[in-house]
């Protein structure tokens, strides 16, 4: 039930009988359906009724959180500025970003200057990968952002992710001036980005080309260039080609792996022996140590975030690659490498759902029997073509000595895994 054509006193009392009954889903998806799709709020005169249904919905499914304990402020006082924001950020935490646009935008009717207001909505509207959104509003209040250097700094950054490298390198000089140790930060963010967008260009590749889009986000290499990922269910073939996707990239970049590392993880440690049946190297265990080696990920969104939080730093003896990565979810670290990317998956080993939604059971053994039964159950793959991933690989080493991601000689973090939408 969407509630499209019912009137406010009619979902209403649909919202609250759904609340007695505990039916907290119905009644948030009635709730969901009042906010206009492109002011992203609900109008003025239902905003008290809505924000009180809200905290009761919180006060089913979170009784005990900070939000709750916020909206159940903000409820009782719909016109306080304070407890939108204090309520706009709980939200974030929790990852209600929709909901904290959505209070964040009440929060800027009541003081539209408020640069603090703005800055967070946008933080929410990124982490959902809102991000044309996210310029949206923000050019829409040029004096604002020319008046405050962080709002600058996201829609330099923003603008990116909607393929365009142009307005970024107009605010640059802004940026530059900036004494603000934070945003000094920020502006060397937008000068490596802004380094990655000439080389994309240089390839003639487009901005919005998701292994070129990939690249200039992040620093890292997309081995499959499409941008359908609704279909990316593994298979023990596209496990293969991943594989020989990464051979390929670490060829060119003259790196050959003494050993394959992996973290503390049943999918990791499945796909590091299949891969050292295939490469032909030897594996072990990573405990975030420095030993040199390629430290191989299944999917970051199976790991518990402390064990690769280590790897945000660069150590120039160790190359991360990642098999594949959830598109609708900001990842913790964005891998040298990364084969795809997918909105449902499921290991083939299981357990998990498949693309018809037919659960998939867990194989039994060992991790290292298990790849050793998936390397043994696949004969001759169909090999993808290689030449415009190598060409791509190519071009990223030739520049490796101006870009800062690659550079052994200066200390640098990895960029997270940002959540983008093409």
Not at 93 to 100: E, G, H, Q, S
Not at 109 to 131: C, F, W, Y
Not at 205 to 212: H, I, K, L, T, W
Not at 332 to 352: E, H, K, Q, T
């Amino acid at each position: 039930m969407t509630g499209e054509g019912m009137t406010w006193p009619m979902v209403m009392e649909i919202v609250e009988k759904s609340i007695q009954q505990n039916n907290s889903f119905l009644a948030f998806q009635l709730l969901e359906s009042r906010i206009d799709k492109n002011l992203l709020r609900v109008q003025r005169e239902e905003w008290k009724d809505w924000i009180a249904c809200f905290a009761k919905i919180l006060e089913i499914d979170a009784p005990k959180s900070e939000a709750f304990i916020s909206a159940k402020n903000l409820a009782g006082s719909p016109s306080n500025i304070n407890a939108c924001i204090r309520l706009g950020m709980d939200l974030i935490d929790i990852r209600k970003l929709n909901i904290a646009v959505v209070v964040l935008g009440e929060a800027r009717q009541l003081d539209p200057k408020n640069t603090l207001v703005l800055s967070e909505m946008i933080a929410a509207l990124e982490l959902d990968g809102r991000h044309k959104e996210a310029v949206r509003f923000l050019q829409e209040v040029p004096e604002l952002v020319a008046s405050d250097n962080l709002l600058t700094y996201l829609l330099a950054f923003n603008s990116f992710f909607i393929g365009d490298p142009d307005t970024p390198r107009q605010l640059l000089p802004i940026l530059r001036k900036s004494e603000d140790d934070k945003i000094s930060f920020m502006t060397q963010r937008i000068e490596q980005m802004l380094v990655r967008a000439d080389i994309v260009k240089s390839l003639n590749e487009s901005e919005n080309d998701q292994r070129g889009l990939h690249f200039i986000l992040t620093g890292g290499l997309l081995i499959n260039n499409f941008q359908n990922t609704s279909s990316s269910y593994d298979t023990a073939a596209k496990l293969f080609n991943d594989i020989q996707g990464l051979i390929t990239v670490l060829d060119v970049w003259r790196i050959l792996p003494k050993k394959i590392l992996f973290p503390a993880e049943h999918n990791c440690e499945i796909l590091a022996h299949l891969m050292a049946n295939i490469i032909g190297v030897p594996t072990s265990k990573w405990f975030a140590s420095p030993e040199e080696g390629l430290i191989t990920l299944y999917d970051s969104a199976y790991i518990i975030p402390e064990l690769i939080e280590p790897l945000r730093t660069i150590n120039p003896n160790q190359t991360v690659f990642q098999c594949v990565a959830n598109s609708t979810i900001e990842g913790i670290i964005a891998p040298d490498i990364l084969s795809r990317f997918y909105v449902r998956n499921a290991p083939i080993w299981g357990p998990g759902f498949d693309a018809n939604n037919a659960y998939v059971l867990p194989l039994e053994g060992t991790p290292k029997s298990i790849a050793d039964g998936i390397f043994n159950s696949v004969g001759t793959t169909k090999k993808m073509d290689q030449n415009e991933l190598s060409g791509f690989a190519q071009t990223i080493y030739e520049f490796m000595p101006i870009n800062p991601f690659y550079s052994a000689n200066i200390k640098v973090n990895r960029q997270r895994l940002w959540n983008y939408q093409l």
